[in-house]
């Protein structure tokens, strides 16, 4: 079965120190990065009660991932698994998915705390982070039990996770 492509417009843009791929963080809780999102005017109205937050999702485009395959090695470990099983950017739609700390608003502007996006990073959509909705007790981690304390936290080689 296949569905119409489905289009989105991005509602802002990443400010991030991270220039390229090696050496940014893999996942924004094993930083404390700073840098902002800008949201476009047309949508900062959209914004209004988000600084009641302190963390908040951030949906955007993995813009510069490599072509897409659907197993290979995550981050984390030197395996192979399918993409769906893993928060690697080459996926068949390239949408990352990161909790930052909100730290404020500035108008159209939020300064934010924990990247792991690349500077100029589409964002398409943002959405409170509420752990009443969204934190769940795991029974099982799959290939990312044990893999978590005894490897890099920062990508260091470009084998991995594309
Ligand atoms: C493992 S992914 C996890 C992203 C997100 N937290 C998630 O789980 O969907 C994080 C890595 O994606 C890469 N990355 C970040 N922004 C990107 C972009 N705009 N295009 C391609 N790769 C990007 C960086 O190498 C970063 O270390």
Known sequence: MSLEPVTFRPIGIVHSPYKEKVGTPIQPSFDNTPGTIEIFAPYQEGLEGIEGFSHIYVLYVFDR??????????????????VFAMRAP???NPIGLSVVELKAREGGLL??????MLDKTPVL??????PKFD???????GWMEGAMEDTSRHRADARFGE
């Open 125 to 130: 959509d943002i959405k409170p982070y509420a």
């Open 135 to 141: 934190i769940r007790e795991v029974t099982r981690l």
């Open 65 to 82: 991932a490599a072509e897409v395959k659907l197993k290979a090695s995550p981050f984390l470990r030197d395996i192979t698994v399918g």
């Open 90 to 92: 080459s996926r068949p």
């Open 111 to 116: 300064r934010v705390v924990g990247l792991d």
